[in-house]
């Protein structure tokens, strides 16, 4: 358990890590499980912190974008095709590394991930809940006016009900997407799944099988994500249908 | 009933079905269909909604497959392989209840793509052809025109030149004015007309009560997958000899 | 803090060198996962059913793991299952292909699903086969609903490139980072890889949007 504690350096890939036979060892998966485990745990709460905030700031995004005044409106627009040009990795990397040089605080690599991925997928959220909105159609809005509703009324009661139904394969997507992303924090040492089945791999020379099993965790994570909210969307489709 | 003697009677049939059953699920489309259909024949199958007749159709050139029985064509039963499947379609030329009109091509290789794709013809005949089987329907101005650039009755002529370009022994039509506006029913049921008295042998799933009567020389009811009556329209429409057909022909307003 | 901006100047031969293995990734990606999804679309179309439920493994594999793993396994297990040492750019082109194709087969699925039955059969009715009625009749219809999403699958791919850096592939991500260690000027440098990145994905981002408006959300 020492080899634990031991300050993890950013390891490149090399290739004296490269088996050359065909036999496998999978004790070190066993030996090492909690070292795994707790990585995903770091995985599942930086999945979840970063679609809550990414949901926050989407949408009011999105709605900035779509009903804010006009001084407003052009940088959020910047802001989100901005992020639609920029990979994840180089945002991530660019405020761990960036951000203390310019404000002289260090930041921990897990916060710094958790504010990189928010502010990238926020972007699509926010894209998502616009285009949603104005598939709407107008008459929706009409009939909400006739009945003497304000505009906030409108949009809470009438659009977003409708337009979030509308929203769910998008947002199954973008969730998936961040559980994705999150691995990238690896890159910036974060101790997550991925960092940390790297870390193992470099260790213990047994590359294959660590990723592999890691391979099979992330799958069984992200793809029921994905299934579920399908399944959930195929059974409320026809409330978002106006 | 009179002695009536069917077109053609004394040459083998162009078409034989001999106790035709289909199921999908628990759903029984055709119950032991039997019926011959001559050359030179039009046959009008009527009847309602879900009673078999356009499944019987679409089994004639085995887009759906049969659970039992037989279908014959000229001679021979129906092939299972791909490759003579498809030397059977090209006899036989199917027209579409919503057109099916290639909407990426226009008019002209609408009719076309049949001769250059299937029948290997350089593209200067068939274009010559298609041009021809276009005027004859009547659309000798619209060539170059895409599909969602016609009305919903040239489409469906477009969709005749089609089928017509394969040089078809029989043509199967699929409830042909179903989708239509009521003002261009007429010019597609002319069209079909025209064609009956060229002598080709025609199957026609139609509504259209008033052209089985003028046009058909045999009409089929259909009810709940199995025949319910068959005979010349004068039978059918004047003294059917089955009460069902009364009561469904007079839910059309054929009570005379 | 002092900042000195003139680091970027100075490697701008080989930012450029980095930028252009970006796109050569993207470009020789695309080229290879389009026919690859309309491949693997195809397949799970099959009737034959071990050939299908491949497919479909392989799709829903791919699509649902992170990129960054993908690339790491691509890495240590490509050479032992093919007995070769491959670069690291034929590595990462890899997993970049496994990946895309596995998005691309789900695109051209939908596409060709969206196009009516129909008119499959109205080209069987007229005799043709059906690798005939695929090529001639479905592809060009459903192309129009395919290309909007192949043109987002497009920028993510180009955006998702950065990834191959950890295996040292010399895109602008890894020269970029590259650079930075060498010389030590990490904001100047980190700065001028997203300033890069930005203004070769900003284009494309907003002719993604074009391409969406002319051909998308269209019956």
């Not at chain 1, 992200?222 to 409320?236: A, M």
């Not at chain 2, 199958?45 to 007749?53: E, M, Q, R, T």
Request: glycine fraction near 6%; charge should be positive.
């Amino acid at each position: 358990m020492s080899k634990r504690d031991r300050p993890r350096v950013c390891r490149l890939a090399g290739p004296s890590l490269i088996p050359t036979t065909m036999d496998f060892d999978f004790s070190p998966l066993i030996d090492s499980w909690r070292f795994l485990a707790s990585g995903l745990g770091q995985t599942l709460l930086l999945s979840v912190a970063a679609v809550v905030c990414s949901f926050v700031l989407g949408l009011a995004v999105g709605l900035g974008r779509l009903y804010g005044p006009f001084w407003l409106r052009i940088p959020l627009v910047f802001y989100i095709d901005s992020m639609r040009a920029i990979p994840v990795f180089v945002v991530l990397v660019w405020i761990y590394f960036s951000v203390p040089i310019l404000t002289g605080h260090s930041f921990a690599p897990f916060w710094a991930a958790l504010v990189g991925i928010t502010i990238h997928v926020a972007a699509y959220v926010a894209e998502v809940i616009r285009a949603g909105i104005v598939s709407i159609r107008k008459g929706q809005v009409q009939a909400g006016l006739a009945l003497g509703m304000s505009r906030p009324q409108i949009i809470r009661d009438i659009l977003l009900p409708q337009a979030i139904v509308r929203m769910l394969p998008a947002f199954g997507s973008i969730i998936s997407v961040t559980i994705k992303d999150t691995a990238i924090a690896a890159v910036i040492a974060v101790p997550e799944l991925m960092r940390q089945a790297e870390t193992l791999a470099g260790e213990t020379y047994r590359p294959i099988e660590i990723f592999s099993a890691v391979m099979i965790v992330y799958f069984v994570i992200i793809f029921p994500v994905t299934r579920l909210i399908d399944r959930f969307y195929s059974r409320v489709a026809h409330l978002g249908r106006s | 009933m009179t002695a009536f003697t069917r077109k053609n009677a004394d040459k083998p049939p162009v078409l034989v079905y001999e106790d035709v059953r289909k199921k999908y699920g628990g759903f029984t489309a055709l119950d032991g269909v039997s019926l011959h259909v001559n050359a030179g024949e039009v046959v009008c199958l009527i009847g309602p909604s879900g009673s078999g007749k356009s499944t019987l159709l679409r089994c004639t050139n085995a887009l759906e497959t049969i659970d039992s029985g037989t279908v014959r064509f000229e001679g021979k039963p129906l092939p299972k392989a791909d490759a003579d499947i498809r030397k059977v379609r090209q006899r036989m030329g199917m027209v579409f209840q919503s057109f099916e009109l290639f909407p990426h091509k226009t008019a002209l290789e609408n009719v076309a793509i049949g001769l250059t794709t299937v029948r290997k013809l350089p593209a200067q005949a068939a274009e010559e052809r298609a041009r021809a089987l276009l005027a004859k329907v009547g659309l000798a101005d619209k060539t170059a025109n895409y599909p969602a650039n016609l009305s919903g009755g040239q489409q469906q002529r477009v969709a005749i030149a089609r089928a017509l370009a394969m040089e078809p022994h029989v043509m199967l039509f699929d409830e042909p004015t179903s989708a239509l506006d009521p003002e261009t029913v007429g010019e597609v049921l002319n069209v079909m007309r025209d064609l009956a008295q060229e002598g080709m042998t025609m199957i026609v799933v139609t509504h259209e009560m008033s052209f089985a009567r003028r046009v058909a020389n045999w009409v089929v009811v259909f009810e709940r997958g199995r025949l319910l009556e068959e005979g010349p329209p004068q039978q059918i429409f004047e003294a059917p000899t089955v009460e069902r057909t009364r009561d469904f022909l007079s839910h059309l307003g054929w009570d005379d | 803090m002092n900042l000195d901006w003139s680091i970027v100047w100075q490697s701008r031969g080989l930012l450029l060198e980095g930028a252009l293995v970006t796109i050569l990734l993207t470009a020789l990606t695309m080229a290879i996962a389009v026919p690859g999804g309309i491949v693997l679309a195809l397949m799970r179309g099959s009737r034959f059913k071990p050939v299908a439920l491949f497919a479909t493994g392989f799709v829903e594999l791919f699509r649902n793991l992170p990129l960054l793993l993908l690339v790491y396994w691509a890495f240590y297990v490509m050479p032992v299952l093919t007995d070769l040492s491959l670069s690291p750019f034929t590595t990462g082109l890899t997993a970049l292909c496994l990946n895309v194709s596995a998005y691309n087969s789900e695109t051209f699925r939908s596409g060709i699903n969206s196009i009516r039955k129909g008119q499959t059969e109205a080209g069987l009715a007229i005799g043709m086969s059906r690798a005939q009625v695929f090529r001639q009749i479905i592809l060009p219809q459903a192309w129009r609903r395919v290309l909007p999403i192949l043109a987002s699958t497009w920028v993510s791919l180009f955006k998702d490139t950065s990834l191959v850096s950890v295996i040292a592939v010399g895109e602008l991500a890894h020269t970029a980072m590259q650079i930075r260690s060498q010389s030590f000027r990490v904001l100047e440098m980190l700065t001028a890889m997203g300033a890069i990145y930005w203004l070769m994905g900003y284009p494309q981002a907003k002719l993604t949007d074009w391409i969406h408006r002319k051909y998308g959300a269209r019956e």
